[in-house]
């Protein structure tokens, strides 16, 4: 293992975030936000309580993976485009490394910046609202899973690009509605029973279902189910990785 | 000793285009090889296949020993990268993405090291500057500094001085012949054979995915080198003498100056005969003038010949 390597593009990667601190730190706080003021307080105060939960502590576990799972494809994305843009790519390719140290460098800090953001979207949630958290330790996996299996979802895109459209592509139309409609802000059993089907085959439903649980033991599916969704698709995502490097697609003439 | 072998090495892209037809090369340790060739003729395919960034269809490649494929690791520690674009990140500052550099090849921090590529390039003064506010010649040497960052053995510049300013290339050939005192190995590409005449050991002839000839540039040019004997005449002649045009003489300029082709390597060039009988034709001299052949001939001449059988 060429841990050098890692190091080197985990650092450089973060150093980004850390550049730009502001845009990195202040939106999700300024978003956060914005969602209580809309969801918790204006439509909160007539939905009142969700299964023995106030709304507004309600929709925290959906707000946090609202911001992660964009949060962390959006910098693995753009980690891996990028250098494929501007062209410094052939550093990459011409460097004694192995795919799996490029995907630990930069998979690695996309994880932790969306990890570092999601922390932060729970430090303002309990600003606003009194948060318990029945499960820390299955609280803090999920996320750190969830951080890490985007990020790799992240990196596929940011190497399937072409341009900077298709880099928001996927995020905008495939990721963005699925999130929306995974119960981040309602649970499942308030929709009518045909949706409430359909709801079962959007995997995002599982991950927020089973953060939730964590937060305060209730959930729309089995926990153990919420574990295999999202360690399947972190397999799966590592998978098509692999291949994608086994094969140049995409980044070796 | 050999550094880099190349055997037989094709590339064929996915649309059929094949960039190199089973080139074969041997690179010494400590030479500046600079291999000539038009665009398109598969030079920075070549450099390309042999640091990584593409797979060759077929062949074998080993730098120091090591398969570029199977060794990768092995072979491109030891390998160093100049791409001919301008491959920066415009936000960055210079140390940071030099450190960056030493670190993707695995090699501990080592400040000490890179202050001194950076003051050898003149780039020490912008260390903490944004790439971005840097001149074209400082970005050229940033990426310089990023391939000498992890103390490569072989060095590959792909075209290193295309679109520089005179004076920048005089600077960049400095760098080079520095480099190889302190015994890095140079690969050079470039489609300037002034560069190549004035730093190269050896000279490799690239075109159309093949290497048409290597040879050491002195015995390059001794060997294809012609020389031309330049006769300029008192009196313009309107019809050359018949013993004259036998000896392959031709006129220019309007019968002002007779010109003779010779090559230097032949024992008897033939021009004390030939003046001899220039002067016993009744033809008065007034000066007389010879050109060494540059590379560039011989360039141009083993290219056109290509052209010519395919």
């Known amino acids: 293992m060429n841990w050098q390597a890692i190091r080197a593009i985990y650092v450089f990667e973060m150093s980004r975030f850390f550049r730009t601190l502001l845009q990195s730190f202040v939106s999700p706080v300024i978003s956060t936000s914005l969602y209580f003021v809309v969801f918790g307080a204006a439509i909160g105060s007539r939905i009142d309580q969700v299964e023995g939960v106030s709304y507004g502590a309600f929709i925290v576990p959906g707000l946090i993976m609202l911001s992660v799972m964009t949060q962390a494809i959006s910098n693995a994305s753009f980690g891996i485009y990028f250098p494929k843009f501007i062209g410094t790519i052939y550093e990459l390719l011409s460097a004694p490394i192995n795919f799996l140290e490029i995907v630990l460098g930069y998979v690695g800090a996309a994880a932790t910046k969306a990890l570092f953001i999601g922390i932060v979207i729970l430090g303002t949630s309990a600003l606003f609202v009194d948060l318990s958290i029945q499960h820390p330790l299955a609280m803090l996996s999920f996320l750190v899973l969830t951080c890490v299996s985007f990020a790799l979802f992240g990196f596929i895109i940011g190497i399937w690009a072409g341009n900077f459209e298709q880099l928001q592509l996927i995020p905008l139309l495939v990721v963005t509605p699925l999130v929306f409609l995974g119960g981040s802000f309602y649970s499942i059993s308030m929709l009518p029973p045909v949706w409430q089907t359909i709801s079962f085959f959007n995997p995002v439903v599982y991950l927020v279902s089973g953060f939730r649980w964590s937060f305060f033991g209730l959930a729309d599916v089995p926990i153990g189910l919420s574990l295999l969704a999202i360690g399947g698709f972190t397999l799966l995502c590592l998978a098509i990785i692999w291949l994608i490097f086994k094969t140049g697609w995409r980044i070796r003439a | ?310």
């Open chain 2, 1 to 310: 000793m050999s550094m880099v072998q190349i055997n037989n090495v094709r590339k064929a892209y996915q649309d059929g285009f094949e960039a190199l037809k089973g080139a074969s090369l041997e690179i010494h340790e400590g030479e500046i090889l600079a291999l000539l060739g038009p665009n398109g003729a598969g030079k920075t395919t070549l450099i390309s296949t042999i640091c990584g960034i593409t797979q060759p269809t077929s062949g074998k490649i080993t730098v120091g020993g090591h398969d570029v494929v199977s060794d990768y690791r092995g072979a491109r520690s030891l390998v160093g990268l100049v791409p001919q674009e301008i491959n920066l990140e415009p936000f960055e500052r210079v140390m940071n993405t030099v450190r960056f550099s030493r670190g993707l090849f695995g090699k501990p921090k080592d400040d000490a090291l890179l202050e001194r590529i950076l003051r050898q390039l003149s780039l020490w003064d912008k260390r903490d500057n944004r790439i971005m506010e840097l001149s074209g010649g400082m970005k050229r040497r940033v990426l310089i500094a990023k391939a000498l960052a992890h103390e490569p053995r072989v060095l590959f510049l792909d075209e290193p001085t295309a679109g520089v300013d005179v004076e920048l290339r005089r600077d960049m050939w400095k760098i080079v012949a520095g480099l190889k005192e302190a015994g890095v190995t140079i690969i050079l590409t470039t489609h300037y054979i002034e560069e190549a005449e004035a730093i190269a050991d050896r000279i490799g002839v690239i075109n159309k995915g093949e290497i048409l000839l290597v040879e050491e540039k002195t015995a390059l040019m001794t060997r294809l080198g012609q020389k031309e004997l330049r006769i300029e005449l008192q009196d313009p002649v309107e019809t050359l003498p018949a013993v004259l045009a036998a000896r392959g003489l031709r006129i220019e300029e309007d019968g002002q100056v007779l010109v003779y082709c010779y090559d230097t390597a032949q024992d008897r060039t033939g021009i004390a005969t030939l003046v001899r009988k220039v002067s016993d034709a009744g033809l008065v001299l007034r000066d007389l003038q010879t050109r060494q052949n540059s590379l560039e001939d011989i360039f141009v001449g083993l290219v056109s010949k290509q052209e010519d059988a395919a």
